[in-house]
């Protein structure tokens, strides 16, 4: 099969590698849809990783012989390979498993675990049934383009009473902010670029501030009538975010950290009173219906949060781009 591997700093190169095998629970994906996702840093800083995507939504085409998914389904990939017997599989959280298990081992493959490629393989419990009426690129927004957020969302219960403070409009904030869209909040976002402004506006984001500016933490009070937003979700990876969202953010109000860098000031969480809690994949055993409901309602939004598609022949012009931060969710189609 066709598959993508870094050659160095901002190379790649199309190359052939054999077709993964599956053996027991595990089954392989033609993959259709490969959304793009933190694969471009590898690219920009040339390391060479084995697993290159993580998101794809696709066709079963041969299965392990206890599969419990058949050939023919089509389907979206979760993240992470887990060991689906300890209590947090058990629940469906198996993102946050500490037992991992390596597939290509399991199933005497030598590839597999790039989505970034022709085919991939999975643990059947580890996909998702994609309805008939979802095409495949709009599934795959079951991965991280609403995943992490659909998460927060959900922990946060946000409803039409919240006005909700994305920090960063990256692919997995304006995720963010369609999640509270689709909940009915009133949804304002921090980011200085602005070609992401503009399309956070057009998917129905009231206000975007830029964080740089000196009066930011003004314009965000002006914006809450002096109290500061309802529910925070956290996206930027940038360390000065915490301590800025921890005051922007009203007392007994709430905040879901996505990113995993910054130190949280507890003070002002104590002093506020706030709730705090962290979201890294969301649940697809207990939650796929809620999520397809997401994805089916929101398909005008997710027409203009997915700015790009490409064939995966032009993965170098994809990964520039992404780089260049001119785009929102770029999809790459690897039969293509
Ligand atoms: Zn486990
Ligand atoms: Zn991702």
């Not at 993959?31 to 471009?40: D, F, G, R, V, Y």
């Not at 590898?42 to 993580?54: E, T």
């Not at 037992?99 to 290509?104: A, C, E, N, R, T």
Request: hydrophobic share 35%.
């Amino acid at each position: 099969m066709k598959a993508v591997e870094i050659t160095g700093e901002n190379a790649c190169e199309i190359v052939d590698v054999p077709d993964p095998r599956v053996r027991g629970r595990y089954v392989k994906i033609r993959i259709h849809s490969a959304p793009l996702c933190t694969e471009s840093n590898h690219y920009a800083s040339g390391l060479m990783v084995r697993d290159l995507g993580h998101e794809a939504a696709g066709e079963v085409v041969e299965v392990g012989e206890k599969s419990r998914v058949k050939v023919g389904e089509r389907v979206a990939v979760m993240p992470a390979h887990s060991c689906g017997e300890c209590y947090l599989c058990m629940k469906g959280d198996y993102i946050h498993c500490t037992s991992s298990v390596d597939p290509l081992e399991s199933c005497h493959s030598e590839t597999g675990t790039s989505t970034i490629a022709e085919y991939c393989i999975q643990q059947d419990r580890l996909t998702m049934q994609i309805p008939d009426d979802l095409s495949y690129d709009h599934a795959a927004m079951a991965c991280c383009a609403l995943g992490p957020s659909f998460r927060a969302s959900k922990l946060m219960q946000v409803s039409s009473y919240d006005t909700v403070l994305v920090a960063g409009l990256g692919a997995v904030g304006l995720g963010a902010c369609i999640n509270a869209l689709y909940r009915g909040a009133r949804v304002l976002a921090l980011e200085m670029r602005p070609y992401r402004t503009e399309l956070a506006k057009k998917l129905g984001v009231e206000a975007v501030i830029d964080p740089t500016k000196d009066d930011a933490m003004e314009e965000i009070l002006e914006l809450t009538h002096g109290k500061g937003a309802d529910k925070v979700i956290e996206t930027t990876d940038n360390p000065d975010s915490p301590p800025f969202l921890i005051k922007a953010v009203r007392g007994r109000g709430e905040i879901t950290f996505i990113s995993w860098s910054g130190q949280i000031p507890v003070r002002g969480i104590v002093g506020k009173g706030l709730h705090v809690h962290g979201a890294w994949h969301w649940n697809h055993i207990t939650d796929a219906p809620e999520m397809l409901g997401l994805i089916r309602n929101s398909r005008e939004r997710l027409d203009t949060y997915i700015t790009h598609k490409f064939p995966m022949s032009q993965i170098k012009d994809a990964w520039d781009l992404q780089l260049s931060g001119e785009c929102g969710k770029i999809i790459l189609h690897p039969q293509e």
